[in-house]
């Protein structure tokens, strides 16, 4: 899936209309988070695997 421009500014307004402008910065960091955490996962996860 390949998101240009114009379909992330959608996707921009429609969160920000469903969650305003002042909770935004705390679901950013949310995400950010989680992502975080899920890259850290799989790299266990591969470290996991090499051993075997």
């Known amino acids: 899936m390949n998101l240009g421009a114009p379909e992330l ?18 679901l950013a960091r949310s995400l950010g988070e989680a992502q975080k955490e899920f890259k850290a996962g799989l790299d266990k996860g591969d470290d996991d695997s090499d051993e075997s």
């Open 9 to 26: 500014l959608i996707i921009l307004v429609v969160v920000l209309l469903l969650f305003g402008g002042s909770k935004l910065p705390k």
